[in-house]
C-alpha cells in the first residue's frame, strides 16, 4: 500500500502562486511515475502534469509555462509549483502513484483562485 497526502491548497488571488506537497509512504519502492489532477465541480478529473522515476515530465497544455511538477526522493515527496494562477485552476487537486498494478490516490487539497 502507498498512502498520499496532499497539503498546501488555499485561497489566492488571480495572477498568485501556490506550492502544493504530496507526502507518500508506505510501500514506495516501486513507484514509477507520479502526478497532480484536479477537479473542478461538474467536471471530469483532468491530468495536470505528471513526473516518472526518469524524472522525464509532462503538462496539459493549460498549465504549460505556469505550472512545475517536481520530486524529492529523500523526502518522498511531490511539489506541484502554480505561478500566474488564474480562476479557471480552481478545483480540488490530487496526486498519485502508479506502483504496478495500482494507481493510488491522495484525498485531495483545495485551490481557490479569486478574480
Known amino acids: 500500500q502507498v498512502q498520499l497526502v496532499e497539503s498546501g491548497g488555499g485561497l489566492v488571488q488571480a495572477g498568485g502562486s501556490l506550492r502544493l506537497s504530496c507526502a507518500a509512504s508506505?510501500?514506495?519502492?516501486?513507484?514509477?511515475?507520479m502526478g497532480w489532477y484536479r477537479q473542478a465541480p461538474g467536471n471530469q478529473r483532468e491530468p495536470v502534469a505528471t513526473i516518472t522515476s526518469s524524472g522525464s515530465t509532462n503538462y496539459a497544455d493549460s498549465v504549460k509555462g505556469r505550472f512545475t511538477i517536481s520530486r524529492d526522493n529523500a523526502k518522498n515527496t511531490l511539489y506541484l509549483q502554480m505561478n500566474a494562477l488564474k480562476p479557471e485552476d480552481t478545483a480540488v487537486y490530487y496526486c498519485?502513484?502508479?506502483?504496478?498494478?495500482?494507481?493510488?490516490w491522495g484525498q485531495g487539497t483545495q485551490v481557490t483562485v479569486s478574480s
Open positions: 498519485n502513484a502508479f506502483r504496478a498494478p495500482t494507481l493510488y
Open positions: 508506505g510501500s514506495i519502492v516501486g513507484i514509477v511515475a
